[in-house]
């Protein structure tokens, strides 16, 4: 899966036919629980340390690939993220969920950091760091409701109504601006870390100049 997911988000980079992706997942039980433990310990003593610092630094990177994807992500999640599961979620752009959603960042509970998988990352900055502590320190759940009073998913609706949520949030974004999109998503990606307001309104110039240019342009 790790290597199908490489292929698929690296051919993302420069496809401009695919305007919005819908992440979800086809078992029933759950979204992603993460690593199967079984098997990651069963392989892991066959590794050296060079081979599993790739595969670690392999699968981590699977979520920057989300982030550098263009195509602005819609994740819908029932049940359980958990581990990768969780960062899978994390590093989508809108997050709709059922009521029996919850997420761990599991990491901790298997003896390992509680920082992994971007967790450490993208969490403190989309809940606030005092509770993002919490989270990653202990490993316990946030359950749906935790999840929308602390604004990291969109809407909670029942489970049978979740794909229909993401088409009529997948359908508005198609009417906008295509090229618009990107360049937001990319602003976003920017601008979180940027060194001050200056560099956000730069980037943001930059797009809007871009998009105001290429509309005259189709206009002539």
């Given amino acids: 899966m790790m290597i199908e997911l490489e292929s698929f988000w690296k051919d993302r980079l420069y496809d401009l036919d695919t305007v919005v992706i819908i992440l979800r997942s086809e078992c029933e039980k759950g979204f992603c629980a993460g690593l199967d433990l079984k098997e990651t310990a069963e392989l892991s003593p066959k590794m050296n340390a060079a081979e599993f610092y790739r595969f670690q630094a392999r699968l981590a990177r699977l979520n920057l690939a989300m982030r550098r994807a263009p195509q602005p992500i819609i994740t819908i999640v029932h049940g359980a993220a958990a581990g990768q599961g969780f960062s899978f979620v994390l590093s989508s752009d809108i997050r709709i969920i ?14 390992l950091g509680g920082a992994d998988m971007s967790c450490s990352y993208m969490l403190p900055r989309m809940i606030g760091a005092g509770r993002a502590y919490e989270f990653m320190y202990t490993g316990n759940f946030m359950s749906s409701e935790e999840a929308m009073n602390l604004g ?18 997948a359908r508005t974004m198609m009417t906008k601006n295509h090229m618009g999109l990107r360049l937001t998503k990319e602003a976003i990606n920017m601008n979180i870390d940027a060194g001050g307001l200056e560099q956000a309104l730069n980037i943001e110039d930059r797009n809007q100049t871009l998009l105001a240019l290429g509309t005259l342009m189709q206009k002539k």
């Fill in 152 to 169: 990291l998913v969109s809407r909670i609706v029942e489970k049978d109504k979740l794909m229909d949520t993401a088409l009529e949030f």
């Fill in 98 to 111: 059922s009521p029996d959603a919850r997420f761990s960042a599991a990491y901790i509970n298997i003896g």
